[in-house]
């Protein structure tokens, strides 16, 4: 009973407590000045597609204000962390939206993550800039529900069924013309944007008169592949598509260790970095992979673009800032024609989009997808060469060297 | 007349409930303190690890056995929510019941063979349950949509303060029935199973159906938590069902205090605005947030508001159990 | 040709979650703690090993050594700063380690940022056993494991230290009145376990890859893989490393490529409620 009076201090802890809550609570409520333009970058900024972005941004923001501007407003870069989790993607787009009160999203990957956040665009009225998202699924609901869906555009890639279509066309008409390669197997990730693909690549390899003799999904964690390219070498296939958007070192490691005697190349986002050739201990030697840009005159903006990149950050530029770059542009672009930054003033002008980019030309189909073509955007395809170099080998107008097999490697007797 | 002085009397005279209840009420008014949407967003988020930690806490807390698959049951809860909307078309407010009694189920049916479990065994089985539903989700991808998980899920209100209220509405009604059975005779046989098993079944005590209860309660709770944040976020997908969650839900309610209730709700609050708080360090962020983790379960390890409820007054109680 | 693929990959395998599955096992086993910053030493063990193989050229044996020395002393401050505050309470060092993995996690992230690591292979080329080619790193990760396993053996069953390391794994406090630093035990025990970690880490770099999460999927395998062969008991351990090496191969080989996480955890959690002491296990640990 006497011992309630020694704990007099206590209903102070609890006080203290609740004022450092107060506190807390306080200091989200700080004031925001009006004057500049907020873009949202919205990735995975851990990670290296990510730190791509911002630093796309960067360059692309910095560029804009020391020339004024968008109508006048210096752009203010705002960034959020998905931690790659649609989840976490959705936290992070409460955050650029309400907390930082950005009046545009740029960024974006991978395809379930901003298929997650597209409910969030209407509710708070927020064009969307995909950079690095893939999914047709992304574009057929703008169509479907265009007054709900209509603030999403694809800016930075092409969606899955073109991606999957060009890499068909240079897998046949230029590797598999020149070394009589018939039969290929396909291991793609699981998925959102890959899903369905297996069928696709079926059709459109039948239609080049090639044979898909195996589709295989594989999760993107997967620490051992030996059993699924054990499977492989024994498929009868003559070369290994690969379609993947994650880290992709260990594939190519065990690839190599494993000594599959097959071409092997595709989609596969790692593969485009300048350092996959040290990342993967050079095992990614003889490996096809494929960007939208290199340093090739696509656009006469590119090879500047490229260059200051390069001077700026010491390294090649990851489709996602090319991406993220060209988006900022192709805003202020919109924003310029449009005379206005309110969503529904701007989206009518995006839509109209014809804007010469560091990637191509930038347009946009009714969709809200991203034009696709020589005359527009198309895909570069390459070969990882010994001793760590890049050569581009398709279109063939745009090559820079011709397809070296390591010795292993066994081609079809023509 | 007699009644409401005695539900006075219980509060006053208990510091768990009048804590509880002071805040609570605190966090009614909130919306009427400020406009900043991005906090109560927030707040909502803690909200719901409230529940999730307090529903974890009726069932390990209160017995000792340490579950470390409680995502199972939210997961069931927030699949359960994607499937009956998406697919039947269940309101979002119906869902809730009906994916409590989902989680439930699961509680029953993963309660029965983990019940003689103990210590290490047990957090490796739950462990694995849960993990064998997050692998099955990867696995059965087409129709959970795989890593990517389930969208376009309708709201369960119309806007952020709605979902706030809503949550914390679920927050009260979670704690107030947890909290009256903790003191109830169930919650008082969870903590002899804790002291000594053996000695409770000795007694005469039928050990494994308050268990067998106490794992659906849990569930049950979790499943509710589960069905909100799914419908909340319009999207579920295996990190609900993820053991890293699993382990947040954990160090939440052993942060708090295990046993507790009070502690656990508090200890969501505090950790999900101070994770958010730090965001303005940026990169570091992580770094400093698993850094204090480390620092409070190393030095507070019966934590951080068992400490300070132990010690408030009693008020207006006679020498009851002195 | 199928039937031996399984057979070498399954060994290889085998040999990787043996490795540090029995250091696991050695440390509940001695010290009664179950330490989930195990997965943290493998990874801490890989990525010193990359700094001072790749970024400062020292000899890539050496650098493993290195690695190994560092998590060591590591190891030991961890035993003797935390663990032993809080040895008797499982719920804490099982909460507290992961927690200590989580921040090991951000440390490395923050200071060699997300991206992967590969550190070059000790074997560099690629054999063919058996008419199956393999990288020989990974032949070589098999042959390291058995002989590290091998010599733990020896050491626990014909020198003094390991007789006195088996006294306090039986009765810590009979071990303590025989006159046995049974603190010293642990610590040592401890030090050996995150040893063999970062060996692992070392060696798996070249044909897996090196990420600040690393650590989290094999720690959850050894802690299955040490209570499916008997918590504390390094023989069940080593058996139980084998059922999973080869039941994971057998699966992704012969039913699907998907499944393979799969089976490994319901045969786990059947083991777990039919035979909770584990396989091999005469009694249970708690």
Known sequence: MAKKRLHHSCPGILMTTLLCFFGLLLFFNSAYAADPVKIGIIGPMQIRPGIAMKQGAMMAADEINAKGGILGRKIELHYADTEFSPEKGITALNKLAVKDKVEVLIGGMTSGIVLAQMPYLSRYQLPFLGVAVASSTLTKLVKEDYDKNKYFFRVGILKDQLLAFDMVNFIANYVGKKYGIKKVAILLEKAKWTEGLDQAFTGLFGKFGMEVVMAEFFEIKTNDYSPIFSKVKKSGAQMTVEVHSHVSEVFIKQYYDQKVPLPVGGIALAAQSSDFWERSGGKCVGEFTSNFIYRIPITPKTIPFWDGYVKRYKDDPLVTATGTYDAIYVYKDAVERAGSFKADILIPALEKTNYVAALGTIAFEADHDLKYGPDYVAINWAQWQAPGKVTILYPEDRATGTVQFPEWIKLPQK | ?322 | MVALEILIYGAVLSGIYALLAVGFALIFGVARVINLTHGAFYMLGAYITYALSVLLNVPLILSIIGGMAIVFLLAICLDRFIIERIRTTMINVLITTLALSLFADQVILQIFGPDNRNIPAVISDRVTLLGVDIAGQRLLSLIISVAVIATLWLIITRTRMGNALLATAQDPEAAQLMGINTGRMFMITMGIAAMMAALAGGIVGSFLTVAPEMGMLPIIKAFSIVILGGLGSIGGSIIAALLIGYLETIVAYLISFNATELVPLVVIFITLIFRPAGIFGKRRGF
């Open chain 2, 1 to 322: 007349m007699n009644i409401v002085t005695r539900i006075w009397g219980t509060l006053i005279s208990r510091p768990p409930f009048y804590v509880m209840a002071i805040f609570l009420l605190f966090m009614l008014l909130v919306p009427f303190l400020t406009d900043d949407l991005y906090l109560i967003g927030v707040l909502v988020l803690a909200n719901v690890y409230a529940i999730f930690a307090s529903s974890w806490d009726i069932l390990s807390g209160y017995s000792g056995k340490e579950n470390f698959g409680h995502t199972l049951f939210i997961g069931a809860g927030a699949y359960g929510a994607a499937y009956l909307n998406l697919y039947l078309g269940v309101p979002p407010m119906l869902n809730l019941l009906l994916c409590g009694l989902i989680g439930a189920v699961f509680g029953v049916l993963i309660g029965i063979p983990c019940l003689p479990l103990v210590g290490p065994y047990l957090a490796l089985a739950t462990m694995a349950a849960a993990s064998i539903a997050e692998r099955l989700t990867m696995i059965l991808s087409k129709y959970t949509g795989g890593e990517e998980g389930l969208y376009g899920l309708d709201p369960i209100t119309d806007g952020p303060v709605g979902d706030y209220y809503l949550s914390l509405i679920l927050v009260i009604i979670t704690t107030i029935i947890l909290m009256a059975i903790g003191y109830s005779k169930q919650g008082l046989i969870l903590r002899s199973i804790k002291e000594d098993e053996t000695a409770s079944e000795a007694a005469g005590i039928n050990t494994t159906r308050y268990k067998l209860v106490a794992f659906a309660i849990s569930a049950f709770f979790a499943g509710m938590g589960g069905a909100f944040y799914a419908h909340y976020q319009m999207y579920t997908g295996p990190s609900s069902l993820s053991i890293i969650m699993a382990v947040t839900i954990i160090i939440v309610c052993m942060i708090g205090g295990m046993g507790t209730i009070v502690g656990p709700v508090l200890a969501a609050y505090m950790l999900t605005v101070s994770n958010e708080f730090l965001r303005s360090i940026g990169d570091l962020r992580l770094l400093v947030y698993t850094g204090l983790l480390v620092v409070i379960v190393l030095f507070l390890p019966r934590g951080v508001f068992t400490v300070i409820l132990e010690r408030l007054p009693r008020f207006g109680q006679k020498s009851r159990g002195v």
